[in-house]
């Protein structure tokens, strides 16, 4: 047992909330928001010899993403992630709905929702190549079945790349609509059909609208890290569509272009701040209480 | 929820629920096939666990990573929930603005977070390897599992502390009897989420990695980039095995919790 | 010499020295951003007294008791809390001689009953074997049975089992002083006639100060040796139960306790040691007190059992007399309740007449009928302030 002594110090060190917050606070303030404004000064510096930064400040790294070579990259990037968003919710939402409404299965359907949230994200991409290369599955029951005689080519396509951005991000769309959709209370619509409404003007009307928090959150889920996704087009696509993400990994990379690929970072923070920004105008306790749900 | 789930509605959940889950299991069954060209089923072998078992770059990645994620897991719980105890228990100046901050990490995208870490250290002169995974990963797990606890604590009865305080406890105490019992479900969840994030994370390690230090998940894109062998697929399906395990866990812990 | 007159000033000051108070609040103030819950409290409370804080919510009971628990902290601005003479504003709850019973009972989840009793024994790190027996003798004391209950879970409990176990631990670690906020306001309602009995029993047995926080002015009145009822975080007034009900010294307290009837009016003249009040075609006479004269506003609260109703020409003589209609006759059970409005002020006056049974010897009044309410002049209760 302690001595009373170092009890009360013990105390005092728990019941000050500067105490409590400060490794943590630290350790953000230190590996998170300084690296970013390291990243940002980086950004408005000149490239110097061997890829990384000389002295000095310009704006030329910014002004390169007019060019319509990378304006073009931006705007596929947003394209794709909003396809892979809007693809999530439609397959997202019925399996949403349909786990709200399972009653005796619901516990272990959620919990074949959460598996693949849980699992590892390499595994899950190598799955979908596994599948769809040439060799791959898909291709060889195809063939044995007599229907191709050539192998379909699916990988380093771009319908491969957006498979796997849905495949990885499904689950994340998921849980966070399916959340919203269990703190619906029963009475809302007991009441709407004791007035008449039928099951499609239910949904439209009470169901779907007050979903919506998750349905917002969920898009949050996917469309952000969709955005600076980079494995699934390096992998599934060949890296033949240049996405943002993979811009920036080749300016850390091969291109040694610190400067640049800095900017490029900051413009694709811009759009997930956007999109954050429009999130939260919609009323912010999903988020919170979806990450709780999935833990 | 009143009403039957009309038929439609239960085909399309159906089908994406294997579209979900297929994948994943062809990916385990063919770990155990025979043959090298995934062509056709030649018969169960477990060669290739045993192949994967003789390639110490794949058991020093494993070992690797679960020594990396196990050390983040302690970490971040430990921090995230004094974090968490911080924001919810107590006003203070800058209260929200640290929330915020808190939720940023949430938002980033992974490539970012990778490379403004990269570029500390590049500053900084510091050294790649085992030491700057770990920071990396400390650093995005804190977040997540700050919010896991904070929303237990939220939702947690004050008057049991109160009552602990009135009945000679201090705060430490308190604390150790009688708020971490009650936040035990929340704890674990983040503490696996901590390990499962740390564990799996390729994009950011491949960042502040080292050469010479390379994490399970590195090893494993390595092998996809370069050759088909089924080797990854053993590699994966151990993988899947031990975060499946994970999650039964967890769920457990969780459902005996909530009692 | 010396000596033998030392002793006698030795034993005048002996007696004259009143006890130290249990507790004392001097001036103490709590704000909570810009409402001032609790506003320059004073009051005192005796060794070995049921001591209530009663009022509406908000008012500021719950929050002088916190104040007292150590939960929460006084404002900085001089006002002191002492516990048996001595001031405990700094020190933490676990420092101070006392222990609570919360409302909704805080019974640690994740501990037996036996365990949650013990936790206190535990801080005090009383060995193993006295608390056990300890334990054991706590929760007799509130009727549990400690083979029965002592390995159950707070989960597996009722409401008033429970109870009963925040008061076992509460009681188990022998404080001087036992605050409890609320503790019957979650059971029902037979369930709480009995543990009050029970509480009173065992504050007797045990002879320890209870601070009791409630909105139920019955149960203060049941319980308590002294009430000090609260209104927007001040004390209102204090005193036994009798005095409270049958004295209220403003409409609130008049109207908090039990039910009255409201009448006011201008002092009109002085005759025979009674002032007669008036206001419209409205008369009735009150004994003289000091502080009236002609002109003064005068408001008077009458309690419905003080009232009695007669026909028109049937009045008794020295009392006074309000010419009214029944509106309504209210059955209570125990008793009825006319509700009558008064012919000169067109609001309402309540009457409380005794059931002797509406089957045998029903009431003689229903609505519409006239009536005259009359009451005795001694039976009015003049009131503080002015109320319309």
């Not at chain 2, 060669?47 to 770059?57: C, G, I, L």
């Not at chain 3, 037996?112 to 801080?123: D, I, K």
């Not at chain 3, 027996?133 to 009727?143: E, G, H, I, P, S």
């Not at chain 3, 549990?144 to 429970?162: A, D, H, I, V, W």
């Amino acid at each position: 047992m302690r001595s009373t002594r170092q009890r009360r110090i013990l105390a005092r060190i728990v019941s000050k909330p500067s105490t409590l917050l400060a490794p943590a606070g630290i350790w953000l303030i230190v590996f998170f928001v300084v690296p970013l404004g390291v990243m940002m000064v980086y950004s408005f510096m000149p490239r110097g010899v061997y890829g990384g930064v000389d002295s000095g400040f310009t704006l030329e790294h910014y002004r390169r993403f007019l060019d319509p070579l990378y304006l073009s990259i931006l705007l596929r990037t947003t394209l794709m992630a909003a396809g892979c968003t809007t693809i999530c919710l439609a397959l997202g939402y019925p399996v949403a709905y349909a786990i709200s409404r399972a009653r005796r299965w619901k516990h272990v359907l959620l919990l074949l929702v959460i598996m693949p949230f849980w699992t590892s994200f390499l595994v899950r991409t190598f799955a979908m190549i596994f599948l769809m290369r040439d060799t791959g599955l898909i291709n060889s029951v195809l063939m044995r079945l007599g229907l191709i005689t050539e192998p379909i080519v699916m990988l380093y396509t771009p319908f491969a790349v957006m498979a796997g951005l849905v495949y990885t991000f499904l689950p994340f769309m998921i849980l966070p609509i399916y959340a919203s959709l269990e703190r619906l209370p029963t009475s809302f619509l007991e009441a709407a059909e004791v007035l008449g409404a039928k099951p499609s003007a239910r949904f439209r009307r009470i169901i779907f609208p007050l979903s919506l928090p998750g349905v917002v959150a969920g898009s949050l889920l996917v469309f952000v890290p969709a955005l600076g996704s980079f494995i699934p087009s390096d992998l599934l696509g060949g890296a033949k569509q240049m996405l943002i993400g993979n811009l920036v990994q080749n300016q850390f990379g091969a291109a040694r272009n610190w400067p640049f690929g800095s900017a490029a970072s900051f413009v694709v923070m811009a759009v997930v701040l956007l999109g954050v920004m429009a999130y939260l105008r919609s009323g912010r306790g999903e988020l919170a209480t979806s990450l709780r749900d999935i833990g | 929820m009143t009403g039957r789930l009309p038929r439609w509605l239960g085909v399309v959940a159906g089908s994406v629920f294997l579209f979900l889950h297929l994948p994943i299991l062809i990916l385990v069954a063919f770990s155990f096939n025979a043959s090298r060209f995934s062509a056709g089923w030649n018969g169960f072998t477990l060669d290739w666990y045993r192949a994967m078992t003789r390639r110490p770059d794949i058991l020093r990645g494993l070992y690797l990573s679960l020594e990396i994620g196990l050390t983040s897991a302690v970490i971040s719980t430990v921090l995230g929930t004094a974090l968490a105890l911080a924001l919810h228990r107590y006003r203070f100046r800058g209260r929200a603005t640290l929330e915020s901050m808190m939720y940023v990490p949430l938002v980033t995208p992974e490539i970012v977070v990778g490379i403004s870490l990269l570029a500390l250290f590049a500053a900084l002169n510091i050294s790649l390897g085992v030491g700057t995974i770990l920071i990396a990963h400390v650093a995005f797990s804190i977040s997540f599992v700050t919010v896991i606890i904070g929303a237990r604590l939220a939702g947690m009865d004050r008057s049991l502390e109160e009552a602990a305080l009135t009945l000679g406890a201090d705060e430490f105490t308190t604390l150790v009897r009688v708020t971490i019992p009650q936040l035990l479900p929340g704890i674990v969840a983040g503490a696996l989420l901590a390990f499962t994030l740390s564990f799996d994370d390729y994009v950011i390690t491949s960042f502040v990695t080292g050469s010479g230090t390379s994490t399970l998940p590195v090893v494993i894109y390595g092998m996809v980039r370069r050759t088909i062998e089924p080797t990854v697929n053993a590699v994966s399906a151990v993988v899947l095995g031990m975060t499946t395990l994970l999650i039964y866990v967890a769920d457990w812990i969780s459902r005996r919790g909530a009692k | 010499m010396k000596v033998s007159l030392v002793l006698p000033i030795a034993y005048f000051s002996r007696v004259k020295k009143p006890p130290i108070p249990s507790v004392e609040f001097r001036g103490v103030s709590k704000t909570f951003g810009s409402t001032r819950a609790v506003a320059s409290l004073s009051l005192e409370v005796a060794p070995g007294e049921f001591f209530s804080l009663l009022g509406p919510s908000g008012c500021g009971k719950t929050t002088t008791l916190r104040l007292l628990a150590g939960l929460e902290e006084p404002d900085r601005d001089g006002g002191a809390i002492l516990i048996d003479g001595a001031p405990v504003t700094d020190l933490r709850p676990y420092e101070r001689d006392l222990s609570m019973v919360f409302q909704h009972y805080a019974l640690f989840p994740h501990l037996s009953v036996a365990r949650n009793v013990a936790f206190g024994l535990e801080q005090r790190s009383v060995p193993a074997a006295e608390r056990t027996t300890r334990v054991r003798d706590a929760l007799a004391l509130v009727r549990l049975n400690p083979e029965q209950f002592g390995n159950r879970m707070p989960s597996e409990l009722s409401g008033g089992q429970r109870q009963r176990v925040a008061l076992a631990r509460a009681l188990v670690i022998e404080p001087s002083i036992l605050l409890l906020d609320e503790p019957l306001g979650a059971i029902d309602l037979k369930l709480r006639k009995q543990m009050q009995l029970e509480l009173k029993a065992l504050k007797r047995t045990l002879g320890i100060t209870f601070i009791y926080v409630t909105h139920d002015q019955e149960e203060a009145l049941t319980l308590s040796d002294r009430i000090a009822v609260m209104d927007h975080g001040e004390v209102v007034q204090i005193g036994g139960p009798a005095e409270i009900y049958e004295s209220p010294r403003s409409a609130f307290v008049a109207e908090f306790i039990g039910e009255s009837n409201f009448l006011s009016g201008t002092a009109l003249r002085e005759q025979d040691g009674l002032w007669t009040i008036g206001r419209d075609d409205l008369e009735f006479r009150i004994p003289a007190q000091p502080g009236i004269a002609t002109g003064s506003s005068v408001t008077v609260a009458v309690r419905p059992e003080w009232l009695r109703v007669c026909a028109p020409g049937q009045t008794p003589g020295n009392a006074n007399m309000i010419p009214a209609t029944v509106r309504e006759v209210v059955y209570l059970g125990e008793t009825l309740q006319v509700v009558a409005e008064v012919t000169a002020t067109g609001k309402a006056m309540r009457v409380t007449v005794p059931n002797e049974g509406q089957l045998k010897n029903p009431i003689a009044w229903k609505t519409g009928d006239e009536i005259v309410l009359t009451w005795l002049p001694g039976d009015s209760q003049v009131l503080e302030e002015n109320w319309s």
